[in-house]
Every structure is written in structure tokens, then in C-alpha cells.
């Protein structure tokens, strides 16, 4: 969305509250979207460290009534501020990570691969596959130890299921997800014509993405790209009802799921994961009060990663910890490596497990 359009869409705010009312920031910390759109529509001056402390979960956009789209005004509010260099240190060298390396991390582009050195048996690159199905790794998922067992699961059970897929490695770029929400919109261009370059060099015909923050910048802001994009527990959720794997393991534990907001809220994949861990023998799935459409952010996204909240409160991560606790769950599961990194350090505290879903179905894997 262009400025101009955007600062249409501004005017039509009517100062409901909908989008405050709703917004996971909202009264923990100095966050208020609905007067950040306010002070917009006055020309008003905004404090320049308020607009970080947005997690980009959606929520206000999903809820406003005149389709005023508040979360595109922070992100435009933001593009402001690293144009003119008034942004925290942590993001901008996320920033410059990304450029230089193609991650924000900044670790090597060359490691991008490194996640299948514990692999018996290598992925191939994607030009040596007939299927020309593509798995994308999140950079988290490449780089983080904690979150490089993510890949390596999924590529075993895919493996089992007989569902072959190809790997892009040093090739493959940031998909740009969280740089476009820090406002760095050029530099998502940058990343995204690198990525789809490589896309149709190879012929790329479906793309298996094992984040869901990865998934919604290649499926819904890449443009037409005339390639089927999914996120992983739906292809995982099919291979399960088809029969191609079992899961003949039994699981013998009380597990919440916590639905990740741009799988769950941004792009409606509600079922799939459920479909999974229900699948499992012994398995008793829990459900948090706040959960599908309602899910409590995890307040990972939207750059919050390399963000640092100027404020002491009670994390969104640590109230989904209190609440697992107090129903009496053994694990927290979830489909998104934000969330798991967001909410491990407060669950391993009160000792709970973090799971992936990956890590459940190969522990269960026939």
C-alpha cells in the first residue's frame, strides 16, 4: 500500500477503539494504536520509540470496521524513522545484517545450509529434483541451534512419507517478512527479487515453508508468483489423513497448543496443527482461553525479536506460560520458532516443555 492510499485509509478512522481494544500491547506498555491513529490524522508528533514496540500480529487490521489497516500505518510510521535514522541500535543492525548477509542475524550466507550437517541423508539442491518442491527455511531455523532441529525434522518425515523436496541453501535470502515490517521496504524488495530470481532459475513449482512468518511474505506479498506456497503442518496434516506416514508412538501428555498469529490469525490455518497433534496416541490436546482468531501474540514478530521494550511488564509469552500452568499442561506446543523462542526461557522456569511440532510427530514417527 502506497503512502497516499494509506493515509486515505487513516482518515476514515472513526475512533471506535476496536483496534485498541483488541491490540496485545495495549495498556501493558506505552502502545495505543487507535491514538497513534489519531495523532496521524491531526499531523501530530509521535514519540519515535513507540512505534517498535508493535509485535505486527495483525489484530488491529483484522478488527477495524473501516478497514483503516492501523498495522500498514506503523509500519509506514517506522519507514519514516529509518529513513531518517532515528531507529535503536538492535534494529538497525538487524538491518544492516540483512543487507550484507541476507539475514538478519548476520551470520554467513554460506552456513545457510549448516542445519543438515546432523542429516544422514542430505536434502538436495531443488535443481536436482523432479518434484521441484522447495522447502524454505526460516533464518532463525538456519542459524539458531535451538531452532535448526526444526528443518532436519520435517525433512526426515517428509522423507519417510516419500514427499521429496529440494533445498535452495547459500541461494536462498531472508524472505523479508520482518524487514518490510521494520519499515525497511526497499530492502524487502531486495530480498524478495533475489528470492524469486532463484525461484525461476530452478523452476520452482511449490514451496514448503517451515515458518509461518516465511509462508505469509512468499504467499501473500511476493506478488503472483504461479507457485503453491503452504506452510508445513498442512502438508503434514495431508500426509497423516492420506496415510502416507504413521504415527505409531504414543505421546503420553497433556499439551497446549498455542496458535502462532501469522499462521492462526493472518492466514487461517486453525485446523491443521490440531489435526496433527490429535492424531497422536495418548496425546491430550488443551486449548488456552485466548486461542484460533483470539491467540495471544507471542510478541516475537513484527522486529520485536531485536527489539528491547523500554518498560518492565508481564510478557504475553509469560501469561501464556501462568495460564498452561494453571490448567495443568505438561507441554506448550506451537508451530512457529518465534514463539518457540519467546515463550522457552518463561516455560522452562516454571517447568514446562516447549515444543515445536515437528519435534512431537518425529518423536511418534512409525
Known sequence: ????????????????????????????????????????????????????????????????????????????LRAGLVEEGEIPVTIQKALENAYVQKNPWGRPRTKRGAWQDELEVKVPHVKDTASKRLLFTCCIQAYDPRCMVMPRNVAQILKKGGVEVGVLGAEESCCGNEIRRMGEAGLFEELQGGNIAAFEKYAVKEIIALSPHCMNALKNEYGELGIQVSHYSEVLAGMIREGSISLKGSYNKKVIYHDPCFLGKQNKIFDAPRHILGAIQGLELMEYKWCRENSLCCEGGGGRMFYEAEVSYLRNSEKRVLEAVEKGAEVIATSCPFCVMTLEDPATEKGLQVKELSEIVVEVLG
Request: charged residues 25%; proline residues 7%.
Open 1 to 76: 500500500m502506497t503512502s497516499i492510499q494509506n493515509e486515505s485509509k487513516v482518515l476514515m478512522c472513526m475512533q471506535c477503539g476496536m483496534c485498541s481494544g483488541s491490540c496485545p500491547e495495549s495498556e501493558m506498555t506505552p502502545f495505543n494504536i487507535r491514538m497513534l491513529v489519531r495523532k496521524r490524522q491531526l499531523k501530530r508528533d509521535i514519540e519515535k520509540s513507540i512505534p517498535w514496540y508493535c509485535t505486527s500480529c495483525g489484530e488491529c487490521t483484522l478488527r477495524c470496521p473501516r478497514d483503516v489497516k492501523p498495522s500498514e500505518m506503523v509500519f509506514e
